[in-house]
């Protein structure tokens, strides 16, 4: 018995001396908030149709870019862009937009041009964009319409009744 009873204290010397989860999770320092990714805010003014173009699309919009208080900096009408080849948030909006659909896209300077001022934008400046989505395409239909505008200049460029010269074989 004398035995049992040491057996049981030193259980309860030793969960004294091990603290539980509970009591872990008191002791612990709480972990350090992470820092909040900068997110762009689409606004929808009119809704579109259909789908919404993919990363790496290019895109045929309407637009008008604007400091937070309004000042335009830049817009167009009809304007081809690659999502490529914009600012992050630009494009990060863009793919959430659909087809003739109009939207108020906000980008915050993370996702904009940052610390670095760039023309009539000052440095660390919040963008905001209105934006009608007028068509997109993606990379692999940019290609196929490439081939088949190269081909119908081949064909314009070869005398009417002729058939197009053989390709050269290998080793010609």
């Known amino acids: 018995m004398i035995l049992g009873n040491a057996g049981r204290l030193a259980a309860l010397v030793l969960a004294a001396a091990v603290p539980s989860g509970a009591a872990l999770a008191q002791a612990a ?5 992470a820092p909040v990714a ?12 259909g789908e919404k173009p993919p990363e790496h699309s290019y895109v045929l919009i309407n637009y008008k870019g604007m400091l937070p208080d309004g000042t335009v900096f830049d817009q ?7 999502l490529d080849e914009v600012v992050p948030g630009f494009a990060l909006g863009l793919v959430q937009m659909q087809r003739g659909g109009r939207y108020k896209l906000t980008i915050p300077p993370e ?7 760039s023309g009539p934008i000052p440095a660390n400046a919040t963008l905001v964009f209105e934006i009608e989505l007028l068509d997109f395409k993606t990379p692999e239909e940019i290609a196929v319409l490439m081939e088949q505008m190269h081909a119908e200049q081949t064909a314009e460029q070869q005398p009417q009744g002729q058939a197009p010269a053989p390709a050269p074989q290998p080793g010609q």
């Open 76 to 82: 167009n009408q009809q304007m081809p862009m690659a």
């Open 111 to 117: 996702l904009g041009y940052g610390a670095q001022a």
């Open 29 to 33: 320092p709480a972990p350090a908030a």
């Open 38 to 49: 900068p997110k762009v805010s689409v606004e929808t003014l009119t809704p579109g149709t």
